[in-house]
């Protein structure tokens, strides 16, 4: 028996993706990083120069970070594109939609001295005209507001769905049931903004979370581009009854009758049978 494999022979994946780059994600970057996760920041560079503020709802101000404390912040984490102004998009011309992709991109490459090959639409908005624009302006995935309440892995990287968003009631539910599951590939992604942490003051329920799914062996924390770069990988694999081969630059994982095995780049392996 065949199954597919996370890097270092683990079975399931966890992330998460928060978006806008605000003030509480220092508090959030520090508890994802006291349980070893890794978590995708989606940020907008044209708001950092002034550290753009507004009035939730509920009387808290939310307040953007400066580019001086995001440079350092999220080290170890994946930076992914929100659009420049986090601007509404529909009704957008493809201009206007590529300036803003284009742009942003453009300022965190520069600021972060790293690719930047992820987007995350703001808002609950997303378009065919929208996705083409995605993929002009070179991002490898966009991430969508709408939450897929499932453990199994997206196939559309340009409408990828997170697993549940964090103010969700079945969020404590969901993560023990991917504790559990034995699904192949099981990946759980939560997707949120740090300023609900305060305002629906969930903290210690997130941290509950975080600590259920670190304290588990079979459980690795992967960003999203980790992700959707290990499954593009493993997309290329020919697996037969006698044979796995590695058509990728990856090293890729495997349980095979019941034995971890790890395929290096372009590589071959027989199977016993």
């Known amino acids: 028996m065949i199954k597919k494999l996370y890097p270092f022979g683990k079975a399931k994946a966890f992330s998460v993706t928060y978006d806008d780059g605000v003030l509480q994600d220092v508090r959030f970057v520090e508890l994802l ?12 560079s044209g708001l950092m120069e002034n550290e753009f503020e507004w009035v939730h709802e509920s009387g ?9 404390k995001v440079l350092t912040l999220y080290n170890g984490h994946e930076i992914a594109s929100h659009t420049l102004t986090h601007i509404y998009l529909e009704g957008k011309s493809e201009a206007e939609v590529v300036y803003e992709l284009k742009e942003d991109k453009k300022n965190l490459e520069t600021l972060f001295q790293r690719e930047i090959k992820g987007f995350a639409a703001p808002f609950d908005y997303y378009s065919d005209l929208i996705e083409e624009c995605v993929r002009k302006c070179g991002f490898e995935y966009a991430r969508i507001s709408e939450e897929s309440l499932s453990f199994k892995p997206q196939t559309n990287y340009y409408r990828w769905k ?28 939560i997707v949120g903004h740090s300023y609900d942490l305060d305002t629906e003051n969930m903290w210690d329920k997130i941290e509950n979370v975080f600590k259920e799914i670190s304290s588990q062996d079979d459980i ?12 593009k990988a493993m997309e290329k694999a020919e697996i037969t009854h006698s044979h796995i081969v590695n058509h990728s630059k990856q090293t890729l994982w495997f349980s095979v009758n019941g034995a971890v095995c790890k395929i290096n780049p372009e590589s071959k392996i027989a199977i016993d049978e």
Do not use: C, W
């Open 162 to 189: 997170a697993t549940v968003f964090h103010l969700d009631d079945s969020l404590t539910k969901l993560a023990s049931d991917f504790i559990s599951t034995e699904e192949e590939l099981a990946l759980f992604q």
């Open 220 to 231: 690795l924390p992967m960003t999203t581009i980790g992700i959707i770069d290990y499954l």
């Open 60 to 68: 808290l101000v939310v307040k953007r970070l400066p580019k001086e």
């Open 33 to 44: 990083n006291k349980y070893n996760l890794k978590g995708t920041f989606n940020l907008n």
